[in-house]
């Protein structure tokens, strides 16, 4: 019963999810009383995922940081006392100036992380105007999709574009490439079982037997990495059987005659000593692909954490041209949509005031960017919404970079992460229910405003406040970064992309959400692609520039597929995947999901675990040159042999040992953009004590 003193306030979640749900907060008296997922919304309908779903509490947690802090412990230690915002903002003030004088602006590093994905609080736009005023070294964001983003680009013409995921409902078979929608994506599961009840068939391709691949009708338990062979295997089974759709490819693709010479270099027993798949199930899948219109292949980040990871999401984002599904509702692949949001973000960024030439830090080598980088080095680190310490590659070298006693800094957090107990100063920031953002999703086309619903706890403030005092702070005159979170809305939609018209401030506070106004079905590439050439390019010229091949190819991973010298010190090929009760680190410290998501495993063939003495539930060490973690091991057929699952987002500190699986993942780059190679990695397993102590 709602009564007068309730008010129902429209809200998303901002998690770094294909999801992006919205969801209505229920005040009463200034108290928010209830979260649930918003019923009207066509993609969250009402239901939110294990780990929201508890929102509030998450909020009010003890834990909860509530006060800006200094450290007074050693760095890593975790030792704070209290302070006021007045005395941080001119701590930081005094020392910013200082390092400017000193190194230039560039020695200051802002580094945000996906805590937040909103457009006014989150890594879609927060900080990044004063960034640019003050001209500091620029955050690239390495970390999640960049490889796989760069693989569709040179395809399709836009690194975020894609099929539209509700359009899977009308697909005849599914292909679930490298991704766990059960656990990652669950919002997608209804329009895959909508197919199914029409009779689609259900495929997944995952080295692991996740939730998803045992939910579907077949899994390929194809070897890490190794995706790029299998597409252009079925793909020759589609070409030797002669079904290409012709004319599709005369009409909308360009470099056929090249890409067909390649995919003929890739017959399906080559294939399968590449992928380890029996060559009979590749042909049966190039079969079922050749003959079923529409396949729509639905690919996250997963398959991209490795060296090759770029040209294996270009190769599998080729299929659809091939067999001609863009064409049709629920044919196609897709990665990430965000592309289709043209709204304007050069007024909401002003990349137009960064001076020329301004450096580019990667987030996944922030190990080396504090020890190894020069002229400037990093004098400062701003980090909000991130937990590097428990996410990113390197974790022992994180550390030693976060050690240095010169350098300054700054952790805007929610909680007292692994991360801020190396902060100099350590600053409370609002959460969802508190603050003021506006959503775009990588997983559906929707936008979504979030009203605030309560008042802030204690002194914790947006990062819009926080970044427009500092700015008042260190005297900036340039009055673009003193804009409210309002304007800043207004400035990102005021675009005149047909697909924005008429979603406008107004509307989206009213209703909380709003579709892009395209047709339904929405069929993006029927009629052609975002690229120079209007065509979807199995050639890439702009490949070619950057001298990758132009042509899609199958780049074995760095470690994965490795069966030389590194193979025999480290036998095991270890993907670290999502955890189902936790969101990358977050939610890793809320008692109830921690307990259910159970300590950390290492999911072992029971030939592996039978090799190496291990029964299932024994701690064991996981190592490698670069470090070791500590787990428990699960003996599950669910591996193949010379496979190992573990799962990333535990926080260091509340494990065994006090590290997590990132102190073992190398800080190499995948073959685009620098990404992250977080499932390439080869490790030994031994029961502990360990041989190998490395702190
Ligand atoms: N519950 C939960 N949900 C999440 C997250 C979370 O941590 N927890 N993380 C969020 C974030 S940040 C992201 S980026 C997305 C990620 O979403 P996903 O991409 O679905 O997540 P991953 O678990 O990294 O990878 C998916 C699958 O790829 C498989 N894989 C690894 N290497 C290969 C390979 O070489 N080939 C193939 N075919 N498969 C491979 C893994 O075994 C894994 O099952 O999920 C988001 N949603
Ligand atoms: N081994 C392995 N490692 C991985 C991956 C993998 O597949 N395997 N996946 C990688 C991927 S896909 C990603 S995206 C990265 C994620 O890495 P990060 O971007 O570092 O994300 P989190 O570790 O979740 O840390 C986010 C932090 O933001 C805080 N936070 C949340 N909301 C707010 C807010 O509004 N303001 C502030 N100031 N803080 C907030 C949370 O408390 C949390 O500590 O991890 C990567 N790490
Ligand atoms: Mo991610």
């Known amino acids: 019963m709602s009564s007068p003193a309730e008010r129902a306030v429209p809200g998303a979640c901002p998690l770094d999810c294909p999801d992006t749900c919205s969801w209505i907060v229920t005040v009463r008296d200034g108290e928010a009383v209830a979260l649930r997922g918003d019923r009207r919304h066509p993609y969250t309908r009402g239901a939110l995922c294990a780990k929201v779903h ?16 200094r450290r007074v412990g050693a760095k890593g230690e975790g030792r704070f006392a209290r302070i006021s915002w007045d005395e941080a903002l001119d701590e930081i003030a005094a020392r910013w100036q200082a390092i400017i004088r000193r190194h230039g602006p560039q020695a200051i590093w802002p580094y945000y992380g996906t805590g ?6 989150g890594l879609a736009g927060a900080g990044r105007r004063l960034w640019n005023v003050l001209g500091t070294s620029q955050h690239v964001m390495t970390i999640c999709t960049i490889a796989g983003a760069y693989g569709t680009g040179y395809t399709l013409g836009d690194n975020r574009v894609g099929m539209d995921p509700e359009t899977l409902g009308a697909s005849k078979l599914i292909l679930l490439w490298g991704t766990n929608t059960l656990t990652t994506n669950h919002h997608l599961w209804k329009y895959i079982e909508a197919a199914r009840r029409n009779g689609a068939r259900l495929v997944a391709i995952d080295p692991i037997r996740t939730r998803t691949a045992a939910a579907a009708d077949e899994h390929f338990a194809i070897h890490p990495g190794t995706d790029a062979a299998l597409a252009l295997g079925l793909l020759h089974v589609v070409v030797t059987l002669g079904q290409e759709d012709r004319a599709f490819i005369d009409a909308h693709t360009s470099g056929w005659e090249a890409f067909r010479r ?42 991209q954490r490795h060296a090759g ?8 984002t080729c299929i659809p041209g091939v067999t001609g599904d863009w064409q049709y509702p629920g044919g196609g692949a897709v990665y990430d949509v965000r592309g289709f949001v043209r709204a304007n973000w050069p007024a909401l ?75 100099d100063l350590l600053l409370p920031s609002t959460m969802q229910t508190e603050h003021a953002d506006l959503h775009y999703a990588y997983g559906h086309i929707y936008l979504a405003w979030n009203e605030p619903a309560v008042a802030p706890p204690g002194d914790c403030l947006p990062h819009t406040e926080i970044f427009r005092r500092l700015a008042g702070r260190l005297g900036v005159t340039e009055p673009c970064v003193y804009a409210s979170d309002e304007d800043l809305a207004r400035a990102v939609l ?20 709003a579709r892009l106004s395209v047709p339904t079905p929405f069929v993006p590439f029927a ?20 001298g990758l091949d132009p042509v899609p190819t199958y780049t074995p991973p760095a470690e994965a597929a490795d069966d030389g010298a590194l193979a025999r010190r480290f036998p095991l090929a270890l993907v670290a995947t999502a955890s189902h009760y936790q969101l990358n680190s977050m939610f890793a410290n809320v008692p109830d999901l921690e307990r259910r998501q159970g300590p950390p495993t290492v999911v072992l063939h029971p030939t592996d675990a039978a090799a190496r003495g291990l029964a299932d539930d024994v701690e064991v060490c996981v190592h490698n040159d670069r470090g070791e973690f500590r787990a428990r091991v699960r003996i599950s057929d669910g591996v193949r ?21 990132n102190v073992t993942v190398a800080e190499r780059d995948a073959d685009m953009g620098g990404g992250a190679v977080f499932h390439d990695n080869r490790v030994e397993v031994t029961a502990v004590p360990s041989p190998t102590p490395t702190r």
């Open 54 to 69: 508890r929102y509030l509490d998450y909020t009010r947690a003890p834990d909860r940081l509530l006060h800006p802090q």
């Open 116 to 121: 937040a994905m909103g457009m006014l609080q």
């Open 262 to 303: 390649r995919i003929l270099e890739f017959p399906p027993e080559r294939v399968s000593g590449i992928t380890r798949l029996p060559r009979e199930r590749i042909v049966a899948l190039g079969e079922r692909l050749a003959t079923t219109r529409p396949t729509g292949i639905r690919l996250t980040m997963g398959l």
């Open 309 to 316: 990871g770029g040209m294996a999401v270009r190769a599998i």
């Open 349 to 423: 960024w002003r990349d137009d005031l960064r001076p020329a030439g301004t450096r580019r830090l990667s987030m996944t080598r922030l190990g080396e960017g504090l020890l190894e980088v020069k002229d400037p080095p990093v004098e400062s680190l701003l980090i909000y919404a991130s937990n590097p310490v428990a996410s990113v590659p390197d974790q022992t070298k994180v550390r030693r970079g976060l050690a240095r006693e010169d350098l300054f800094t700054i952790v805007i957090e929610n909680f007292a992460t692994d991360t801020a107990d190396y902060a």
């Open 494 to 513: 005021d675009s005149d992309d047909p697909a924005l018209a008429g979603l406008t401030l107004e509307r989206l506070r009213r209703d909380g959400w």
């Open 527 to 546: 009629n052609g692609f975002p690229t120079a050439s209007g065509r979807c390019e199995f050639v890439s010229p702009r490949m070619a520039e950057v």
């Open 641 to 661: 042999p010379g496979v190992a699952a573990a799962s990333k987002g535990f926080w260091p500190k509340r494990v065994a040992g006090a590290a997590n699986v």
